[in-house]
Every structure is written in structure tokens, then in C-alpha cells.
């Protein structure tokens, strides 16, 4: 699977951005996708996540202010989003897409988010 990730850019302290993340290749291998993301000096952590069926999960510092969909047909995904609102500044950071299949784990180029304070 290979996947290519765009949406990063600057953003003020409370505002938004879309992330976006397009899959291609074996995509009906997909069991699911998320968003990590790595800050400066810190561990890539998870963001959030979506299944095949739509089932979703969150970070506990970004309930309610992030929401992961996905373009879904027949249990398989071939697009991810990260709507992300009401931006912080800890929430600056390179985020990464990542698909899990069975038997592998794909990751996307990095797509750098950076809120001023």
C-alpha cells in the first residue's frame, strides 16, 4: 500500500486544518487506517483511527476536536481525513498516515502542522 498524506500547513491558535490522506496499491488489504503524529523532540504517537467498517477511535487530548472519516466502498478505504479544530499549539507536529493489513504496516511521507500561539 502506499499512501501520500497533504493538508499540513500554518494555522493560529484555534483554528483548523484537513488532513488528507490518499491510499493506492493492495488498498483491499487495508483492515485499518490512522493519523500519528510526531512533535519536535518527542515519540511518534497515535492520533486517531478509523476501521474498514467506519468504527473510529481518538486520542484522549483530541476528543472532541478531531474527527477521522474515510472514503469507504464495500469495507474498503482508499481516502483518510483529519478534520482538526480548534488547533493548540501542542498539537504542532508532523503527522503521519499510517494502513495496517494483516501482514504489513504502511506509512506515508510526514505532513508538517505547525500552530502559532
Known amino acids: 500500500v502506499q499512501l501520500q498524506a497533504s493538508g499540513g500547513g500554518l494555522v493560529q491558535a484555534g483554528g483548523s486544518l484537513r488532513l488528507s490522506c490518499a491510499a493506492s496499491?493492495?488498498?483491499?488489504?487495508?483492515?485499518?487506517m490512522g493519523w500519528y503524529r510526531q512533535a519536535p523532540g518527542k515519540q511518534r504517537e497515535l492520533v486517531a483511527t478509523?476501521?474498514?467498517?467506519?468504527?473510529?477511535?481518538?486520542?484522549d487530548s483530541v476528543k472532541g476536536r478531531f474527527s477521522i472519516s474515510g472514503d469507504i466502498t464495500e469495507n474498503t478505504i482508499n481516502r483518510m481525513y483529519l478534520q482538526m479544530n480548534s488547533l493548540k499549539f501542542e498539537d504542532t507536529a508532523v503527522y503521519y498516515c499510517?494502513?495496517?493489513?494483516?501482514?504489513?504496516?504502511?506509512w506515508g511521507q510526514g505532513t508538517l502542522v505547525t500552530v502559532s500561539s
Open positions: 499510517n494502513a495496517r493489513s494483516r501482514a504489513t504496516s504502511s
Open positions: 496499491g493492495s488498498i483491499n488489504s487495508i483492515i485499518y
Open positions: 478509523i476501521t474498514t467498517r467506519g468504527v473510529t477511535s481518538y486520542k
